[in-house]
């Protein structure tokens, strides 16, 4: 198995009660029910205001690699993508376990 854990900055000036990150957030809670490689799907606002805290997460799960590539090149996961390039900056984790 291979864990999938995202994190997204907001762009300086960008709140998440803004309809494009409202979007955006919506984007990716609709993925985890779109993409069949995924077998655990997990996503939320960050409720954390320290200041070295991201403000949104993804922590997901996939079979092994090619289930994780599968996952990247999904057209809902490259929308979803595309709606956070707009206002937003992210970091990414992938280990198995």
């Known amino acids: ?17 803004e309809p494009r990150a409202i979007a955006g957030a919506k984007a990716f ?10 077998t655990s799907w997990e996503c939320a606002w960050n409720i954390s205001d320290r ?19 599968r996952y990247a ?6 929308a979803a993508v595309a709606q956070w390039r707009e206002f937003a900056t992210w970091v990414i984790a992938d280990y198995e376990f």
Not at 1 to 17: A, C, P, Q
Not at 62 to 67: L, P
């Open 1 to 17: 198995m291979i864990r999938h854990l995202v994190l997204f900055k907001l762009n300086e000036g960008v709140s998440r009660d």
């Open 29 to 38: 809670e609709e993925l985890g029910g779109q993409v069949a490689e995924l």
């Open 51 to 69: 200041p070295i805290a991201y403000d949104f997460a993804i922590n997901s799960a996939v079979a092994d690699r090619d289930a994780l590539q």
């Open 73 to 78: 090149d999904h057209p809902a996961h490259q």
